[in-house]
């Protein structure tokens, strides 16, 4: 009778010791990649984006730079907010770099505006946008950061816009 009950004393510590030796290993199929807010908060209140889609419109009129623009969208289309940027000639994306909003010049990692909808029309009357790309070519990846002052469609003060949105784009291409 001793020896069955120290069999069963076993029993749960290689129980116990095998649980964790499976929930312990790694496969390696877990992410590494962060995990952004994908949020926008406009006058304190907070929107969650859902995607985006990059439009690809080529050189900017005369000028020595390439125009990508972009909107990124809620799962209900109820707010959306569309930005016109400028990048080194010949780029048909866009690249990593700080944006500054530049209403009259048009440059390298400059932005001409910032048009969006929340109930009422937006624009920008000043700020940065923010663009880290990362991955490789079917499988890129952009975390980009507003933190925009915003005015009317009267031009008066309006707020602001700050926030993320981490991940991938979709594709199009633009006509001027």
Do not use: Q
Not at 54 to 82: H, R
Not at 102 to 121: M, P, Q
Request: aromatic share 14%; glycine share 10%.
């Amino acid at each position: 009778m001793k020896t069955a009950n120290k069999f069963w004393l076993v029993i749960p510590v290689i129980t116990l010791v095998f649980s964790m030796a499976v929930t312990g290993c790694d496969d390696g199929s877990e992410s590494s990649e962060p995990v952004y807010d994908n949020n926008f908060i406009i006058n304190g209140e907070t929107h969650k984006l859902t995607h985006g889609i990059m439009y690809y419109f080529g050189n900017y009129f005369s000028e020595s730079v390439t125009n990508v623009d972009f909107v990124l969208y809620t799962s209900d289309n109820k707010f959306n907010v569309y930005f016109e940027l400028l990048v080194p000639n010949g780029n048909p994306t866009l690249v990593s770099g700080t944006y500054n909003l530049a209403l009259n010049e048009r440059h390298d990692r400059s932005f001409t505006y910032v048009i969006g909808y929340v109930n009422k029309s937006f624009t920008a009357s000043s700020g940065t946008v923010n663009v880290s790309v990362s991955g490789n070519p079917g499988n890129v990846k952009y975390v980009i950061t507003i933190d925009c002052t915003l005015v009317d469609e009267d031009n008066k003060p309006a707020g602001t816009i700050k926030g993320t949105y981490g991940g991938s784009l979709g594709w199009a291409i633009g006509e001027e």
